[in-house]
């Protein structure tokens, strides 16, 4: 045996689409009910374990040699749910890869796995099995009844004395039948895609990047459930208190209501047609009283805090960490890792300067005090999100980012010389700029120091061939359109090679779709192959876009379209063009460089990563400047890269 793909399907009381899998597994009351397997591609096999069937001999030993590569579509449900499983049922037999103290103990190795899901986000196709399945127009789909038979077997009907009840085959032998069926057909779509995907085969250092990743989802980070659940205890009773206010000053049944309250604003002479928070801001500057504290309540109550509190409380595991918050080439068209559960990636900065009294206070459920001292507890409660994420006892956090990583980068690729130069002097690219735009001195502080922000909203914006409202979004609603303009055409004055960059991509990309063959420029290598645009990156990677045409723009030009999935989450066509190429080659080697400083920092236990930011549980004795300057070595595909990586060490994780 060389291969072993599977499917399984399993029950438990709590909710993975809010728990993840971890927590799912976690539970006493999780169990595998089906798995169905292939060997070396040969017909699927289905165990029904639920009716007393046992898994074969070699089946279990396959499970934990790593000689043999196990696939599965999302594979990291199949590795984390089997290592559960075999934990209970065999503990003779399983084997983890790592130690009960570095929490990699309970599961299995992630070497040999290889995930069908990864391999398809790889070529730009969607992170579903259905969705790929439609795609590729596939004659073997995922079944549709699958839905409704997972509600039937694997969700609770009903809880008596505290204990979960469960659907058994018995209860309707048709249906099990069925899913017995859907089990099977699960296997058969995974093969069927492998089988159409097979020639343009996922590179072997992506799969170590997999299998890092996959580590780092095992170790999870420490919750403090102290802190976690006196903040929710907080947030519902001030919630409780601003909706009575809120009640008292416009008399309506249910303020919160969004259609409720804008009836009640158009009674106050204020019209809108959203409550959402840029639309109150705006209201907020011309109301006066009562409607500027009612839309002022409206903004506190707005805020999403508890939600992430209670993503914590529901994600977190019997040891009291909580796992599996990234995705794996979450974002297909960069490769960029995605959140879930948590969502890291989005999380509320803080700015109290007095963050750790502030925290202690929530933490030992003192709610007069916070809202003595502070006077919105809503936000307070926001800011203090990433200090529930903690080390354990004895240790400590070092957080390390690459500092202005896409700003250098997009220097490097272009051959932006003045930029690099700025870079490898240690200046401020914000200043750095605004001297090149205007042609004076700018110092933070000093010497010009108000051109700062000007250069600042520029560079934020005009990268990526970002025009007038790129500027405004970065901070630059302040100037008017005709000064902003003017500010964009002397950035791409400034920065003649990255403009160059970005018709330089796009023509070798219309070149590569129109005539279909290969072209290279700044190192990279465009090429069409089976109706798919790949644009080989310096690293060795590959982006993809899926059926690419040539199609006029509204601006009477020619600009690429091509399938993937839209902002609404939907299979689509989609249009790029010369910044947006640039942008997703520029983001994806970010990406790359992260992986790498992931790869020369695995020795260390990596517990997260933000972004261009990881976060390391480390021994107190742990020097961070070691930290930092193995961040910021350069792989040898890019020679000539001036990285930098800033870092700073915490007793609980924060923005610092």
Not at 86 to 93: A, G, I, Q, S, V
């Amino acid at each position: 045996m060389k291969k072993l793909m599977m499917d399984l399907e399993t029950k438990s009381d709590v909710d993975i689409a809010k728990a993840g899998v971890y927590r799912y597994a976690d539970s006493p009351y999780f169990d595998i009910l089906l798995f169905a397997y292939s060997v070396d591609d040969n017909p699927v096999q289905v165990v029904d374990l639920a009716c007393g069937e046992q898994l074969p001999e070699e089946i279990l030993n396959a499970l934990t040699d790593d000689r043999i590569q196990k696939h599965a579509f999302n594979a990291s449900f199949e590795r984390v749910c089997l290592s559960v499983w075999l934990r209970r049922n065999y503990p003779e037999r399983f084997v983890s890869y790592g130690s009960p103290e570095d929490a990699c103990g309970n599961y299995l190795s992630p070497n040999a796995w290889r995930c069908t899901m990864v391999a398809a986000a790889y070529l730009g196709l969607p992170l579903s099995l259905a969705g790929v399945g439609a795609v590729l127009q596939l004659q073997q789909q995922k079944m549709s009844e699958g839905k409704a038979l997972i509600r039937y077997f694997c969700v609770p009907y009903d809880t008596v004395n505290g204990v979960p009840q469960f659907h058994t085959p018995a209860d309707s032998p048709e249906k099990w039948n069925v899913f017995r069926a859907y089990n099977q057909r699960d296997v058969e779509t995974e093969q069927a895609i492998e089988r159409r995907l097979s020639r343009f085969p996922v590179p072997e250092f992506v799969w170590q990047e997999y299998a890092l990743d996959q580590t780092v989802n095992d170790r999870g980070i420490q919750v403090d459930l102290q802190l976690v659940q006196q903040a929710i205890r907080m947030d519902a009773l001030t919630k409780d208190k601003l909706l009575q206010r809120m009640k008292a000053l416009t008399h309506l049944d249910n303020p919160n209501s969004v259609y409720q309250l804008l009836g009640w604003l158009e009674t106050q002479g204020y019209s809108s047609d959203s409550l959402g928070k840029a639309q109150v801001q705006e209201l907020i500057k011309t109301a006066e009283e009562p409607v500027r504290s009612v839309l002022e309540l409206r903004l506190q109550l707005s805020k999403a805090s508890v939600k992430k509190y209670q993503a914590m409380q529901n994600a977190v595991c019997s040891d009291g960490r909580a796992r599996g918050m990234f995705q794996f080439y979450g974002a297909n068209r960069t490769g960029r890792e995605a959140g879930r559960i948590i969502q890291l990636q989005n999380l509320p900065q803080n700015h109290l300067p007095d963050l750790e009294a502030a925290r202690e206070l929530v933490k030992s459920g003192n709610l007069e005090a916070v809202e003595l001292l502070y006077e919105d507890v809503p936000d307070t409660l926001s800011q203090l999100i990433r200090t529930a994420f903690v080390p354990k006892p004895g240790y400590k956090f070092l957080v390390a980012d690459f500092s202005a990583i896409e700003a250098r980068v997009i220097a490097w690729l272009a051959g932006e010389t003045w930029r690099m130069q700025a870079f490898a002097a240690g200046k401020d690219i914000y200043c750095a700029s605004a001297s090149k735009i205007f042609g004076v001195p700018v110092v933070k502080h000093g010497i010009n120091g108000h051109l700062r922000q000007k250069g600042k909203v520029a560079e934020l914006a005009c990268g990526y061939g970002g025009s007038v409202g790129a500027m405004k979004a970065m901070g630059g609603a302040e100037m008017s359109d005709a000064e902003l303009k003017q500010l964009v055409t002397d950035w791409r004055t400034a920065s003649p090679h990255i403009v160059q960059l970005w018709w330089d991509v796009e023509r070798a990309a219309l070149t590569a779709v129109r005539e279909q063959l290969s072209t290279e420029t700044h190192g990279f290598r465009f090429s069409y192959e089976a109706g798919i645009l790949f644009i080989r990156l310096l690293s060795g990677r590959r982006l993809a876009y899926v059926k690419p045409r040539i199609e006029p723009n509204r601006f009477g030009g020619d600009s690429i379209t091509y399938e993937g999935i839209g902002t609404n989450r939907k299979w689509e066509r989609l249009e790029t063009y010369s910044g947006k190429l640039v942008e997703n080659i520029v983001q994806a080697t970010a990406r790359d460089l992260l992986f790498y400083a992931m790869k020369n920092l695995s020795r260390y236990f990596m517990v997260g990563h933000v972004h261009d930011e990881i976060i390391l549980e480390c021994p107190k004795d742990t020097k961070l400047e070691e930290i930092c300057q193995q961040m910021a070595r350069t792989p040898d595909w890019a020679n000539g890269l001036l990285l930098r990586a800033d870092g700073y060490e915490c007793n609980f994780y924060k923005k610092d």
